[in-house]
């Protein structure tokens, strides 16, 4: 592997309505050109040899879009769970799950398990799906769990604090990415991309193809990373 590759590669997939709105497309056929594309770039990473992604589908947030869009996702996602699942088991990718699935529909929810359930002991590239999350509310919980264990302060350190996270036992995020031109967080693994390369893109996340991916590799490869050093 190249040095200072990326090992864990995470991605705010934002544009899909942007370039529905421009096709004179509806909203929903946005987010299905955004949903095709994240499988070839889940593809791409892993040839490249990156060993986890974590992808920004649904925020906390996203629930006060209008009540017909969010409907139509979560259909839209139920159908693409079940699918793409079955396309990532045999490519013998792991499924991860980040966030909250006590709002969704008892049918998402059962698909988001079966699919967790069925990739566990896959080999290749884990990709995570953060759906119905929210980097305040995953600290918000941890620090909940550490309460309700009765931990005193002495046994909490970084390291350990990170076990509480969903993303626990997983590296932290070396390159993020963010698609749609917007130079913002949006509230997305917020613990774990302290030390991050931030990489911005005007390309609509439909767009965004695997020759965009290369050249945010190209410009993780060629910063240096101090870790707060001098």
Same mark, same amino acid.
């Given at each position: 592997?190249? *040095?200072?590759?990326?090992?864990?590669?995470?991605?705010?997939?934002?544009?899909?309505?942007?370039?529905?709105?421009?096709?004179?497309?509806?909203?929903?056929?946005?987010?299905?050109?955004?949903?095709?594309?994240?499988?070839?770039?889940?593809?791409?990473?892993?040839?490249?040899?990156?060993?986890?992604?974590?992808?920004?589908?649904?925020?906390?947030?996203?629930?006060?879009?209008?009540?017909?869009?969010?409907?139509?996702?979560?259909?839209?996602?139920?159908?693409?769970?079940?699918?793409?699942?079955?396309?990532?088991?045999?490519?013998?990718?792991?499924?991860?799950?980040?966030?909250?699935?006590?709002?969704?529909?008892?049918?998402?929810?059962?698909?988001?398990?079966?699919?967790?359930?069925?990739?566990?002991?896959?080999?290749?590239?884990?990709?995570?799906?953060?759906?119905?999350?929210?980097?305040?509310?995953?600290?918000?919980?941890?620090?909940?769990?550490?309460?309700?264990?009765?931990?005193?302060?002495?046994?909490?350190?970084?390291?350990?604090?990170?076990?509480?996270?969903?993303?626990?036992?997983?590296?932290?995020?070396?390159?993020?990415?963010?698609?749609?031109?917007?130079?913002?967080?949006?509230?997305?693994?917020?613990? *774990?991309?302290?030390?991050?390369?931030?990489?911005?893109?005007?390309?609509?996340?439909?767009?965004?193809?695997?020759?965009?991916?290369?050249?945010?590799?190209?410009?993780?490869?060629?910063?240096?990373?101090?870790?707060?050093?001098?």
């Amino acid at each position: 592997m190249e *040095q200072h590759f990326p090992k864990h590669v995470a991605i705010i997939m934002d544009g899909n309505r942007r370039w529905a709105e421009q096709r004179r497309l509806s909203r929903i056929e946005g987010h299905r050109a955004g949903a095709s594309n994240a499988l070839e770039i889940i593809k791409y990473l892993d040839s490249r040899g990156v060993s986890y992604v974590t992808l920004y589908s649904f925020s906390t947030e996203n629930w006060n879009r209008p009540a017909e869009e969010v409907s139509e996702l979560m259909r839209m996602l139920e159908q693409y769970v079940e699918k793409e699942s079955h396309k990532l088991d045999k490519l013998g990718f792991r499924i991860n799950h980040l966030g909250r699935t006590d709002r969704l529909s008892a049918k998402l929810t059962k698909a988001i398990e079966n699919a967790v359930a069925k990739t566990r002991f896959n080999t290749g590239i884990a990709v995570n799906f953060a759906f119905d999350y929210g980097g305040r509310t995953e600290i918000t919980e941890a620090v909940k769990q550490i309460i309700s264990l009765g931990l005193k302060p002495d046994d909490i350190s970084e390291d350990s604090f990170a076990n509480y996270l969903n993303t626990a036992h997983m590296p932290d995020v070396d390159l993020l990415v963010r698609t749609g031109g917007e130079l913002r967080l949006s509230n997305f693994l917020l613990w *774990q991309i302290a030390y991050s390369e931030l990489y911005f893109s005007p390309v609509l996340w439909p767009d965004f193809n695997t020759g965009e991916m290369a050249m945010a590799l190209s410009a993780f490869m060629q910063r240096e990373r101090r870790f707060g050093g001098d």
